[in-house]
């Protein structure tokens, strides 16, 4: 039987949308790393809620997505550089 994990999404006040992941009675936290594994090779998934290391925070979204660019990559390390305003298109002040 597959693991549940619940996504709730809602809407604020202030017109935010927010969620968070919850794990169901009967679910553990290592469930959420077999929603990070590939599918036929070919897709991949991130986000918070594909990892069981940092499960529900901004962090662990962020190390899921370098996973998956490793992964994808075909390497086993990726270095992200600050991108710089002028490189963006980002007017800064």
Known sequence: MWP????????SAAGRVLDYT???TGASPADADLLGEPVGGR???AGEHTQSARLAYA???LTSGIRE???LL???????DPVASDQA?????
Request: no cysteine; hydrophobic share 50%; proline share 0%.
């Open 59 to 61: 962090d662990g979204a």
């Open 89 to 93: 298109g980002v007017r800064r002040g």
């Open 43 to 45: 897709l991949l998934f």
């Open 4 to 11: 549940v994990l619940v996504f709730f999404v809602f809407h």
């Open 22 to 24: 919850h794990i169901t």
């Open 74 to 80: 075909s390497r086993s390390s990726v270095h992200i």
């Open 69 to 71: 660019a490793k992964r």
